[in-house]
């Protein structure tokens, strides 16, 4: 399958900085993709670059087939792009912002209000069609950039950090929005955040962006796997009181199991233990023989958190 | 919008539009348009009462009534020209002074630039929006003066004075058009629109108030002595108005004075030679426009300048603040 998005050693270079560096991505139709990264990763310089916004010291960004840098016009007619904080004309009203997007994209006068009206009822925004844009909260605003990204049937959406400020609900609200959009009508999603949570709740893959380098793309499972390769099952468990001495205990457990790869005590009291194969139940033998107070035993998960974590501990794959 | 436009074009029309709306809903228009009303108002009135008082001296030969109208002042309040080189310039940094740097200020510059036209298309709409709105007005406010002429008098104006009064009206433009252009440079170039409107307005006064005192101090240092030749004298004329004529105001001064006064023959100093056997009376319109053809052209190259400026500085500019 042909990528809708791709990069080719895409790279941006400002003085002195090398805001992004040889990035290969692509992103196929359908997908809801999460570009992960702290700040000043570059994250937002790649989406300028992809919608034709920013000229690409080197490489290439197609999207849509078209080149973005040379054919931006042609990319701009088929992806809706919500920027980094987005600002709209305060002193009109939100569905006058919505029209005005609607008709430089060539939607004729006629048809433009209907359209903005259906697209502000999908947002949730019918109620305060005709307030001025200035009184609208931060989360209402948001919405508003989503149905103007909607607004010209858009075959893909680029989001730059489109959850920042707002509360917790109007996050989940909001991605849910995005998602079943996606499903329904098969738009390609591609979003920057550094919130994890939301790009582990709504996301296919992620792509963890670093000083200008993708360090790793991927679904959970992948980049799990690939990161923690050695970890075939790790169990979790928290004893009641503490270990007199962590070697002694390290070892003994080793001596019990020798299958296990790694030991380790991750907070006060709780210990993450590596081996080839599910331990839970010797395990938990074990520690009771040792008269250990067991609180809680379980595989572990690793989340994002760790995944991300872990990347910028250890800095590359 | 016209069907079947091509897509580039209606963008335009859409963009010119909501500028034109932006424009005159906003206070800084009203507020300003609310004071040139007032004083053009007040000197047209002044102008015509003053006529009246005179009606019964009639006209001296080749006087015209309605671009006296313009020109002519009770003492009290100046002409209507002199009011438009006063207060277009305010007009026109305060419908510049903040095109593009408030695009950034709020943030919607990409978003507007994510939509599917050209990047040229928004700094053409401003000035063009902005240009439109300046001529509106300044049609709209001759024209009204000259309806009120037309009833108190109860003349008509003749074909000359239409044309005089539009050439005027057309130099006028220019004249703004340049200092629209010179804010909407400086909107580019600072991203403070405070920065942008305090330096426009510096360069305004210092134009209004510091240079021609600058000239006057020049003017002193060279001024010939008693004893010059005729021909220092008159080199020293001309030097001195060169440099006056880098002002804009002092460009718009001439060419209006030429325009609204057919009687002028020239506008730097004439020799007894050159006066000799002239017979007074009015230049054809024509005749007018070439006393002060170098002047329009200087009007309309520095505000074409500017505007290339800002083309050149915007195009090449980063989305991101």
Not at chain 1, 30 to 48: C, H, M, Q, R, W
Not at chain 2, 109 to 116: E, F, K, M, N, S
Not at chain 2, 303 to 310: D, E, H
């Amino acid at each position: 399958m042909e990528p809708i998005i791709a990069t080719k050693k895409l790279s941006k270079s400002y003085t002195n900085v090398l805001a992004v560096d040889n990035l290969d991505l692509s992103i196929y139709q359908g997908e809801v993709f999460g570009l992960l990264g702290p700040n000043g990763a570059g994250k937002s310089t790649t989406i300028l670059m992809l919608m034709g916004l920013c000229e690409p010291s080197k490489g290439v960004a197609e999207v849509c087939g078209y080149n973005a840098n040379t054919e931006p016009l042609e990319v701009k007619k088929k992806v809706g792009f919500l920027p980094d904080n987005v600002g709209f004309y305060d002193h009109r009203s939100g569905l006058d912002n919505l029209e005005f997007i609607g008709k430089l994209n060539g939607i004729t006068q006629n048809e433009v209000r209907d359209k903005a009206y259906q697209l502000l009822e999908k947002v949730g925004l019918q109620n305060d069609a005709h307030r001025k844009v200035g009184a609208y909260s931060k989360g209402m605003k948001q919405r508003l950039g989503l149905a103007e990204v909607l607004i010209k049937d858009p075959q893909v959406i680029i989001l730059d950090e489109p959850t920042i400020g707002i509360d917790p609900s109007g996050v989940k609200d909001f991605l849910e929005l995005i998602v079943s959009l996606s499903r329904h009508e098969r738009i390609t999603v591609l979003f920057s955040s550094h919130q994890l949570h939301q790009v582990q709740r709504v996301c296919d893959r992620v792509g963890i962006f670093v000083k200008g380098k993708l360090l790793a793309c991927g679904d959970l499972q992948t980049l799990s796997k690939n990161l923690f390769q050695t970890d075939a099952f790790a169990s979790e468990f928290q004893l009641g009181t503490s270990v007199e001495d962590i070697s002694t205990f390290k070892m003994k457990l080793k001596e019990r199991f020798p299958d296990i790869s790694r030991v380790e005590e991750q907070e006060r009291n709780i210990w993450v233990v590596n081996s080839k194969k599910d331990i839970r139940a010797e395990l938990c033998d074990f520690l009771v023989s040792k008269k250990h107070n067991i609180l809680l035993l379980r595989e572990k998960h690793y989340g994002l958190d760790e995944i991300y974590q872990q990347y910028f501990e250890g800095g590359s794959l | 919008m016209v069907k079947g436009f091509p897509k580039s074009s209606s963008a335009f029309g859409v963009m010119i539009n909501k500028e034109v709306q932006d424009h005159v809903r906003s206070w800084k228009f009203i507020v300003l348009l609310a004071i040139i009303l007032l004083t053009c108002c007040a000197s047209a009135y002044s102008s015509i009462s003053k006529i009246l008082e005179n009606s019964n001296v009639p006209l001296k030969d080749g006087e015209l009534l309605f671009l006296k109208i313009f020109t002519l002042s009770d003492g009290a309040l100046p002409s209507f020209y002199i009011f438009i080189s006063f207060l277009g310039p305010l007009l026109g940094i305060a419908l510049g002074f903040d095109a593009i740097n408030s695009e950034y200020s709020n943030r919607t510059i990409g978003r507007v630039l994510a939509q599917p036209v050209y990047r040229d298309v928004l700094i053409n709409s401003k000035v063009i929006a902005a240009m439109l709105v300046i001529g509106v007005l300044f049609t709209s406010l001759t024209l009204i003066i000259l309806g009120i002429a037309i009833l108190v008098t109860g003349q008509a104006p003749g074909f000359i004075e239409v044309f005089r009064i539009l050439s005027f009206l057309l130099v006028a433009w220019f004249y703004v058009a340049f200092w629209l252009n010179l804010s909407v440079f400086f909107s580019i170039r600072f991203s403070q629109t405070a920065t942008s409107a305090l330096t426009s307005i510096s360069i305004w006064l210092f134009f209004l108030v510091f240079y021609p005192l600058i000239v006057n101090l020049v003017a002193q240092g060279l001024s010939p002595s008693a004893y010059a030749s005729e021909r220092e004298i008159l080199s020293y004329q001309h030097f001195i108005l060169g440099i006056m004529r880098l002002a804009p105001s002092q460009l718009f001064m001439d060419a209006t004075t030429a325009l609204l006064n057919p009687q002028v023959r020239s506008l730097g100093p004439l020799t007894m030679e050159q006066v000799q056997g002239a017979m007074p009376g009015n230049l054809p319109f024509w005749e007018s426009v070439k006393i002060v053809w170098a002047q329009i052209t200087g009007l309309v190259a520095s505000s074409m300048l500017c505007f290339v400026c800002s083309y050149y500085f915007f195009m090449r500019k980063e989305v991101r603040a």
